[in-house]
């Protein structure tokens, strides 16, 4: 299988505009996680796609392979999917922009589960953690996740899910982690079809996948991903560089 990294890269955040812009120990947060998914050897190639002259430039100008997009898009799987479109490619990982410290572990965890999927029954692959303080379970920016027997996604939501009607029946709280690997027809699938009123509601792009019956397999994972989203973000990840 050829797998290969994608990274897409907004400029506007609503959040925290231009953080993937921002000075982190020397570098900027882009290249940082450019860097770093290039370092895990997990992949064949490793872009950068991105609407940002800023961005491309900054990748390309440090050796870093970056590719512009040519639409505006409302998600990430869409920027991602215009990207691979004419790449020979079978497996596209996934890998937040803001995320400098990203390492191989979670997604070696991701990508193992097209290994043994010779009938490719698998369209994407994501991970998710188990959380059990009622603060995490009940925070809408918290996406949580139910699966099937066989660890296939039955519905993601901001929501508690399940409900705990009773509370004595000993279920489990997943948190989705937003680190995907995609069958490239998986991508280009999702390019094609509509919105729908799930995902338009919840405004959470894996609902498309739900809704028009592709398979997410989940893997349970420790990791929690360290993300940029606002300047507190961006201070704790100046701290711990300087902890290195």
Same mark, same amino acid.
């Given at each position: 299988?050829?797998?290969?990294?994608?990274? &897409?890269?907004?400029?506007? @955040?609503?959040?925290?505009?231009?953080?993937?812009?921002?000075?982190?120990? *020397?570098?900027?947060?882009?290249?940082?996680?450019?860097? $770093?998914? +290039?370092?895990?050897?997990?992949?064949?190639?490793?872009?950068?796609?991105?609407?940002?002259?800023?961005?491309?430039?900054?990748?390309?100008?440090? *050796? *870093? #392979?970056?590719?512009? @997009?040519?639409?505006?898009?409302?998600?990430?799987?869409?920027?991602?999917?215009? $990207?691979?479109?004419?790449?020979?490619?079978?497996?596209?990982?996934?890998?937040?922009?803001?995320? /400098?410290?990203?390492? $191989?572990? /979670?997604?070696?965890? +991701?990508?193992?589960?097209?290994?043994?999927?010779?009938? #490719?029954?698998?369209?994407?692959?994501?991970?998710?953690?188990?959380?059990?303080?009622?603060?995490?379970?009940?925070? /809408?920016?918290?996406?949580?996740?139910? +699966?099937?027997?066989?660890?296939?996604?039955?519905?993601?939501?901001?929501?508690?899910? /399940?409900? &705990? %009607?009773?509370?004595?029946?000993? +279920? %489990?709280?997943?948190?989705?982690?937003?680190?995907?690997?995609?069958?490239?027809?998986?991508?280009?699938?999702?390019? @094609?079809? &509509?919105?729908?009123?799930?995902?338009? @509601?919840?405004?959470?792009?894996?609902?498309?996948?739900?809704?028009?019956? #592709? %398979?997410?397999?989940?893997?349970?994972?420790?990791?929690?991903?360290?993300?940029?989203?606002?300047?507190?973000?961006?201070?704790?990840?100046?701290?711990?560089?300087?902890?290195?």
């Amino acid at each position: 299988m050829k797998i290969i990294a994608v990274i &897409p890269a907004r400029y506007a @955040s609503t959040r925290f505009p231009a953080k993937l812009m921002q000075d982190l120990g *020397g570098k900027t947060v882009i290249l940082r996680t450019y860097e $770093a998914a +290039v370092s895990t050897k997990l992949f064949d190639d490793v872009f950068v796609v991105t609407d940002s002259d800023l961005i491309f430039d900054e990748i390309v100008s440090h *050796g *870093g #392979k970056a590719i512009m @997009s040519i639409k505006e898009h409302e998600s990430g799987s869409d920027r991602i999917a215009e $990207a691979v479109v004419n790449l020979d490619v079978d497996i596209v990982v996934n890998v937040q922009g803001d995320e /400098p410290f990203t390492e $191989a572990a /979670p997604l070696e965890q +991701v990508l193992s589960v097209f290994k043994n999927d010779a009938n #490719k029954k698998i369209d994407l692959a994501s991970l998710m953690r188990e959380i059990t303080d009622e603060d995490e379970i009940n925070n /809408p920016n918290n996406v949580k996740v139910v +699966v099937d027997q066989s660890q296939f996604a039955l519905y993601f939501s901001r929501s508690v899910i /399940p409900y &705990p %009607r009773d509370k004595e029946a000993g +279920v %489990r709280y997943f948190q989705h982690i937003g680190i995907y690997a995609f069958r490239k027809q998986a991508l280009l699938d999702f390019y @094609s079809l &509509p919105m729908k009123s799930l995902e338009a @509601s919840e405004k959470l792009e894996q609902l498309r996948y739900l809704e028009f019956g #592709k %398979r997410i397999k989940m893997v349970e994972t420790t990791h929690v991903g360290i993300g940029i989203d606002t300047a507190e973000d961006l201070e704790r990840a100046r701290a711990m560089l300087r902890d290195i």
